[in-house]
Structure formats: structure tokens, C-alpha cells
């Protein structure tokens, strides 16, 4: 498949992961008329039944290898915990968006900080660290508290702890248990926002408004559209954005996410190469989805619009809400709530901090918005951020 090449309607788009974004992908390329086959890569279908075709084995199993290749004409993936082998494989057989360099780059927190810090963009200062010493000389040169994170295989605050200055490195070291980490000053946040950006393979591409969020127990709560904050500050965000997707030379759907520290620093936390959490407003709230924007890609299709229709705040729904693992919760405030969006993933079962749905309120206005979820929260006993 060439740069110009452009897949009809009904040609196969292989998926590499099957949660809750392959579902809404799967959504969307039944509205667009592609079809899509989804490796889960464990041995359960989850979210992904929605698929026209399911392959639910592991991410080493050679007979999935050569059913998913078979089946489909390009890929891309919805979470970036992929084997970088199986990603370069994928790759040696078909299209991939993103490249098996840039989800290599975004999955792995060392790679993803040198990638940042060579190419001149803002982050948390921050050492690499292997070893009690390189704990103890990374702590020393930062001079404040820190959090130490592992190298792989984080997310939603997981694999990560924050480190005193005055802490034992050799204690902290080898309660952590892994081989390498990144230590990263511990930034006083005024803010955390993030910015979508949807590039395609010709290097064309568009960013949407940043969003404002919230975050519980390390989870992301609640996003805010258009973001609270001043003009110049979005602006940067949304630049800073696009330049990141220029750097990786990505194709598909990024988000960047973003530290607003006290002191006014602009930073770049850390990089998902995937449709994001905080985008899923764009199912109702843009002009084009995230979703679209990710198949578009993949399908060689011009971009779509990135527009803003209505302000929106989106509410992540965890297990924690849920009476039982398999007893839903009441929603009759939030279907009775002009303007509101109820999306559930269809997961068998609910665990705490599992996310099984979100909310989008759309309104004329970010407060009534937010007044609107406010109401549908308090029967759950939930506080609105600060």
C-alpha cells in the first residue's frame, strides 16, 4: 500500500488490542463502511466482540500471527503494550499507523524522555536510573522530592512512587523491582491538559482544542473542553503538539499530555499513541472523531475537521461506581440530562478503577456543563475537582 493509496469501503483494517478504544473503533468503521479485525492479544474477546473478526489468543502465538496478516490489508493499534518484536513483524507485512518506531518510542517511559529532551521539547527534568547509586546521584542533582517511574509497562499511576530527597536509595531501590526507571522532579501542577493531534501519512495535520483534566487515585476523572486557561498557554500546548508528531514522523491519532506547574512552565509529561481517554468528547462533541480520525488515516482518507461543535465535559465511569461486579448502576439522572452522552463498554465485569463507560455532557456553556455533572454525580457521593 503506497502513501497515495486509498482503501475502498468493505477492505479489513487489522486492530492490535482489544479494550474499550477497539470497541469504539469498531463502531466507527461500521458507520464508514470497513470492515475490522481485532487481535486481543489474551486469551478473552472483551470489548472487541464488536469486530468483525476477533482473534483471541496472545501476542506470541504464530497461528494469530499469520490469521491477523492474512486477514488484514494495514493495522494500527489501540494501546501501545505491544511487543516491539510483534510490531516490527506487523510492520514487515503490512502498513502499520503509527510506525513500530513510534510506539516503541511512547511505550517505553526512558526511550519516550530522551526522545523528548534530544529534540528540545519541555519536560520534567529527570535522570535515568539502574541502580541504587544512579537513584542516589539522580536525587542529588534534582535537589527536591521526586517520583521514580518504571521504564515499562506504566499507566493510570501504576509502576511509580513518589522518593524524598532524604530517602535510603538502596531501600527505595530494591523495594521498587525493576531493572531500569526514570526519576522525575516532583512538579507543582497549576493544571493537566492534554492535546489530540491527527496526522496522516503525507505529514498533514490537525490538532484539537486542548483539554482540561482531572485525575482520581491517578485515574483520569473528569476532562473539561475547551480547557480554562489562557489563550497563550493552549496555543503552546497545541503547537508543542503538532511539532512532537512532526519529530516522530507519526501517522494516526496522538495525544500529548501536559504539566502546567505553578511556576508556569509548560511541560510534556508523557505521549499515547492511540486514541486517548480525554478524547473520547470528540465522539459527540467535534466534527470528527478521534475514532474516524484514526481509520481515516489508516484507510489512506483525507483528515477530518477537529472542530469543537459544543463546550463538553467528559466523565470517566470506573468500576467504583458500580453496586457489584455485575449490578449496574442507576442512570436515570444522567439520560434525563439534556445534552448528555451515555457510553458503556460492554464489560462483563466490574472491578475498581476498571473504566466501563464515560459521559459526555454537551452545553452552550463549560458551566452549565459542569453544573449538569455535578447533579449526576452527587448520588455517588462525588466531588467536583477544585
Given at each position: 500500500?503506497?502513501?497515495?493509496?486509498?482503501?475502498?469501503?468493505?477492505?479489513?483494517?487489522?486492530?492490535?488490542?482489544?479494550?474499550?478504544?477497539?470497541?469504539?473503533?469498531?463502531?466507527?468503521?461500521?458507520?464508514?463502511?470497513?470492515?475490522?479485525?481485532?487481535?486481543?492479544?489474551?486469551?478473552?474477546?472483551?470489548?472487541a466482540?464488536?469486530?468483525d473478526?476477533?482473534?483471541?489468543?496472545?501476542?506470541?502465538?504464530?497461528?494469530?500471527?499469520e490469521?491477523?496478516?492474512?486477514?488484514?490489508?494495514?493495522?494500527t493499534?489501540?494501546?501501545?503494550?505491544?511487543?516491539?518484536?510483534?510490531?516490527?513483524?506487523?510492520a514487515?507485512?503490512?502498513?502499520?499507523?503509527?510506525?513500530?518506531?513510534?510506539?516503541?518510542?511512547?511505550q517505553?517511559?526512558?526511550?519516550?524522555?530522551?526522545?523528548?529532551?534530544?529534540?528540545?521539547?519541555?519536560?520534567?527534568?529527570?535522570?535515568?536510573?539502574?541502580?541504587?547509586?544512579?537513584?542516589?546521584?539522580?536525587?542529588?542533582?534534582?535537589?527536591?522530592?521526586?517520583?521514580?517511574?518504571?521504564?515499562?509497562f506504566?499507566?493510570?499511576?501504576?509502576?511509580?512512587?513518589?522518593?524524598?530527597?532524604?530517602?535510603?536509595?538502596?531501600?527505595?531501590?530494591?523495594?521498587?523491582?525493576?531493572?531500569?526507571?526514570?526519576?522525575?522532579?516532583?512538579?507543582?501542577?497549576?493544571?493537566?491538559?492534554?492535546?489530540?493531534?491527527?496526522?496522516?501519512?503525507?505529514?498533514?495535520?490537525?490538532?484539537?482544542?486542548?483539554?482540561?483534566?482531572?485525575?482520581?487515585?491517578?485515574?483520569?476523572?473528569?476532562?473539561?473542553?475547551?480547557?480554562?486557561?489562557?489563550e497563550?498557554?493552549?496555543?503552546?500546548a497545541?503547537?508543542?503538539?503538532?511539532?512532537?508528531?512532526?519529530a516522530?514522523?507519526?501517522?494516526?491519532?496522538?495525544?500529548?499530555?501536559f504539566?502546567?506547574?505553578?511556576?508556569?512552565?509548560?511541560?510534556?509529561?508523557?505521549?499515547?499513541?492511540?486514541?486517548?481517554?480525554?478524547?473520547?468528547?470528540?465522539?459527540?462533541?467535534?466534527?470528527?472523531?478521534?475514532?474516524?480520525?484514526?481509520?481515516?488515516?489508516?484507510?489512506g482518507?483525507?483528515?477530518?475537521?477537529?472542530?469543537?461543535?459544543?463546550?463538553?465535559?467528559?466523565?470517566?465511569?470506573l468500576?467504583?461506581?458500580?453496586?457489584?461486579?455485575?449490578?449496574?448502576?442507576?442512570?436515570?439522572?444522567?439520560?434525563?440530562?439534556?445534552?448528555?452522552?451515555?457510553?458503556?463498554?460492554?464489560?462483563?465485569?466490574a472491578?475498581?478503577?476498571?473504566?466501563?463507560?464515560?459521559?459526555?455532557?454537551?452545553?452552550?456553556?463549560?458551566?452549565?456543563?459542569?453544573?449538569?455533572?455535578?447533579?449526576?454525580?452527587?448520588?455517588?457521593?462525588?466531588?467536583?475537582p477544585?
Amino acid at each position: 500500500m503506497d502513501t497515495g493509496d486509498v482503501l475502498p469501503p468493505n477492505s479489513w483494517i487489522g486492530v492490535l488490542g482489544g479494550g474499550q478504544l477497539g470497541r469504539m473503533l469498531a463502531l466507527e468503521a461500521r458507520r464508514m463502511g470497513y470492515r475490522l479485525i481485532t487481535w486481543t492479544g489474551v486469551d478473552e474477546i472483551g470489548p472487541a466482540a464488536l469486530a468483525d473478526e476477533v482473534i483471541a489468543k496472545k501476542f506470541d502465538d504464530p497461528s494469530a500471527f499469520e490469521a491477523f496478516t492474512a486477514w488484514a490489508q494495514v493495522a494500527t493499534v489501540e494501546f501501545e503494550n505491544i511487543p516491539a518484536s510483534l510490531l516490527h513483524a506487523i510492520a514487515g507485512a503490512m502498513p502499520l499507523m503509527p510506525s513500530a518506531e513510534a510506539v516503541s518510542i511512547c511505550q517505553h517511559r526512558e526511550r519516550e524522555k530522551t526522545f523528548l529532551s534530544d529534540k528540545g521539547f519541555p519536560c520534567a527534568r529527570f535522570h535515568l536510573v539502574d541502580s541504587a547509586d544512579s537513584l542516589r546521584a539522580g536525587l542529588d542533582a534534582l535537589g527536591v522530592d521526586a517520583i521514580l517511574k518504571t521504564a515499562e509497562f506504566g499507566y493510570d499511576g501504576k509502576g511509580q512512587r513518589v522518593t524524598r530527597l532524604d530517602e535510603d536509595a538502596g531501600s527505595v531501590w530494591a523495594a521498587f523491582g525493576a531493572p531500569r526507571a526514570v526519576l522525575e522532579e516532583k512538579v507543582a501542577l497549576a493544571a493537566e491538559l492534554s492535546v489530540l493531534v491527527a496526522r496522516d501519512r503525507a505529514g498533514n495535520c490537525v490538532a484539537y482544542d486542548p483539554a482540561e483534566n482531572f485525575h482520581r487515585h491517578h485515574i483520569l476523572d473528569l476532562s473539561i473542553i475547551p480547557a480554562r486557561l489562557p489563550e497563550a498557554i493552549l496555543s503552546e500546548a497545541r503547537q508543542i503538539a503538532l511539532g512532537v508528531a512532526e519529530a516522530l514522523d507519526y501517522a494516526g491519532v496522538m495525544a500529548v499530555e501536559f504539566f502546567l506547574s505553578t511556576d508556569g512552565r509548560l511541560l510534556v509529561n508523557e505521549l499515547a499513541p492511540r486514541p486517548h481517554n480525554s478524547g473520547h468528547h470528540t465522539l459527540d462533541a467535534c466534527q470528527c472523531s478521534q475514532f474516524e480520525q484514526q481509520l481515516r488515516v489508516a484507510a489512506g482518507l483525507p483528515l477530518g475537521g477537529s472542530g469543537l461543535l459544543k463546550p463538553a465535559v467528559m466523565w470517566n465511569l470506573l468500576g467504583d461506581l458500580w453496586p457489584g461486579p455485575v449490578d449496574f448502576p442507576d442512570w436515570s439522572d444522567v439520560l434525563r440530562t439534556p445534552g448528555a452522552k451515555l457510553h458503556l463498554y460492554g464489560k462483563a465485569e466490574a472491578r475498581r478503577g476498571r473504566k466501563m463507560g464515560h459521559v459526555t455532557f454537551l452545553a452552550d456553556t463549560v458551566d452549565e456543563a459542569l453544573a449538569h455533572v455535578r447533579r449526576c454525580r452527587e448520588p455517588f457521593g462525588l466531588k467536583m475537582p477544585d
